[in-house]
């Protein structure tokens, strides 16, 4: 969460916007992540201080710079230069101090890495659940494009046959003797035969195929009653 690759992601929008929401509270909240120039740059301007951590047992810490005409509070091009130069972060302006820690004890490594495994797995099986849903969503957009596209092609079929159908109504009634206004008639009911499946909403059969589910489920959504078998006699 919160790296600029996954910017439109709902639960990083959302998070991002609680945030800016919550300021007021003066909250708390560490992370740790590779690169922090690789999160969203909404978020990298709520943060207060970065930690970073050249080589086990040592910490550089800096602050945003409070000034309220900068937009870019880390001034990230200054520093850089200054950091090739000096090859140390002492004379940066955002850096505030540095920290020296022990290694851990065996027993609270086991218990980090226990923790930090099992929210690996966990973020892992989360990222193949979305991306299943994204392509069962995929695939539904696919099938109701291929079958508004048959729908289409069959209209379009059906508009080349008029100029037939009405000659052949034309020729029926003539044959017949009817009149003009009694084979105009005639004519309009052709119309409406040919068109009436377009004015319908589609069946379950159609619904379950675009979307992929059973028809009952289709038929239960819609509260429809189930039809049952006429009864016959032996």
Known sequence: MFYRRTWFEEDQISAVATFNMCRDRHLLIAGNVPDIWDLDSGFLKRLRFYIYIPERGRAWVFEQENNPFTKDPWNVTEN????RKYKNPYSLSNFICEIRFNDWKPEDKRAYYGVRNTKRIKAINEAKIRKERYRDIKDQRDNTIEAWYQDRKQLMETLRNMPKDFQRVISAGLKKKKSMDNILKDILKNIQKR??????????EVIADIIGVSREAIRLIRREPKKSKKATLP
């Open 80 to 83: 850089k230069k200054a950091f």
């Open 195 to 204: 068109f009436r499946d377009w004015h319908k909403p589609p069946t379950n």
